[in-house]
T-cell receptor
Framework: ETGVTQTPRHLVMGMTNKKSLKCEQH?????MYWYKQSAKKPLELMFV???????ENNSVPSRFSPECPNSSHLFLHLHTLQPEDSALYLC????????????FGSGTRLTVV | AQTVTQSQPEMSVQEAETVTLSCTYD???????LFWYKQPPSRQMILVIR??????QNATENRFSVNFQKAAKSFSLKISDSQLGDAAMYFC??????????????FGKGTRLSVIA
C-alpha cells in the first residue's frame, strides 16, 4: 500500500447506472489527478486538482464528473457511460512544490455493459 | 505540447541478463524532469527512477540506471541482473518544471517486459 487508496477495485455497471469512484491519500499531498488507462493507449490525463481547485479538465465528456471535497479525497462520479469508457481508472497524488513524481493508487477496473 | 514515445511495445530478457528500454520525447523546454514507472500485474504504478534534465549525471537506483541524452532527447532505462519480479509494464514520463505551474505528467504508451527464467 503506497498511501493512495482507490475503491472499488472492480466495477461493472450498466450504461444507465450512476456510480462513483473514490480515491483517498494520506501522504499530505496537495494535488490529485485522475488518469484513464485503456489498452494500447498512453495514460490519458482526465482531471487535475491543486489545493482542491480543479485546474485542468482535459476535454473529458460531461458523463464524468469529478469532486474534490478536500485535499485528501477525490471522487469521480459516473453516469450514462458508454462501453468505450471501460478502462482502468488511476488516481494519483503529488506535492505541488516538489518534483518527485506522483504516487499512484491501484486503480479501479471499470467495465461498462 | 510535449510527447513521449516508447517504440518497443514488448521486450523480453533472460533472468540475470541486462535489458534496455527505449524512450524518446519531444519538447522545446530546456529544463524538465523525466521518470520511469513500473506497473506490475497488481496495477499500481511505482516510481523506478527520476532524472532532472539540468543534471549531466545519469540517475541510478540499484539495478536500474538511465542513459540520458539531452541533445538527442533520449531517456533509456537499463535493468541489470534482471529478476522475475521485474516483469511488468514500464512507462516513460515527462514533466515540465515546477515554475511553469503544476503541469501534469505526460506518459508514453509503455513497454511490456517479460523475464524468462
Amino acid at each position: 500500500e503506497t498511501g493512495v487508496t482507490q475503491t472499488p477495485r472492480h466495477l461493472v455497471m450498466g450504461m444507465t447506472n450512476k456510480k462513483s469512484l473514490k480515491c483517498e491519500q494520506h501522504l499530505g499531498h496537495n494535488a490529485m489527478y485522475w488518469y484513464k488507462q485503456s489498452a494500447k493507449k498512453p495514460l490519458e490525463l482526465m482531471f487535475v486538482y491543486n489545493f482542491k481547485e480543479q485546474t485542468e479538465n482535459n476535454s473529458v465528456p460531461s458523463r464524468f464528473s469529478p469532486e474534490c471535497p478536500n485535499s485528501s479525497h477525490l471522487f469521480l462520479h459516473l453516469h450514462t457511460l458508454q462501453p468505450e469508457d471501460s478502462a482502468l481508472y488511476l488516481c494519483a497524488s503529488s506535492q505541488v512544490s516538489w518534483d518527485y513524481g506522483y504516487t499512484f493508487g491501484s486503480g479501479t477496473r471499470l467495465t461498462v455493459v | 505540447a510535449q510527447t513521449v514515445t516508447q517504440s518497443q511495445p514488448e521486450m523480453s530478457v533472460q533472468e540475470a541478463e541486462t535489458v534496455t528500454l527505449s524512450c524518446t520525447y519531444d519538447t522545446s523546454e530546456s529544463d524538465y524532469y523525466l521518470f520511469w514507472y513500473k506497473q506490475p500485474p497488481s496495477r499500481q504504478m511505482i516510481l523506478v527512477i527520476r532524472q532532472e534534465a539540468y543534471k549531466q549525471q545519469n540517475a541510478t537506483e540499484n539495478r536500474f540506471s538511465v542513459n540520458f541524452q539531452k541533445a538527442a532527447k533520449s531517456f533509456s532505462l537499463k535493468i541489470s541482473d534482471s529478476q522475475l519480479g521485474d516483469a511488468a509494464m514500464y512507462f516513460c514520463a515527462y514533466r515540465s518544471p515546477i515554475n511553469s505551474g503544476n503541469t501534469p505528467l505526460v506518459f508514453g504508451k509503455g513497454t511490456r517486459l517479460s523475464v524468462i527464467a
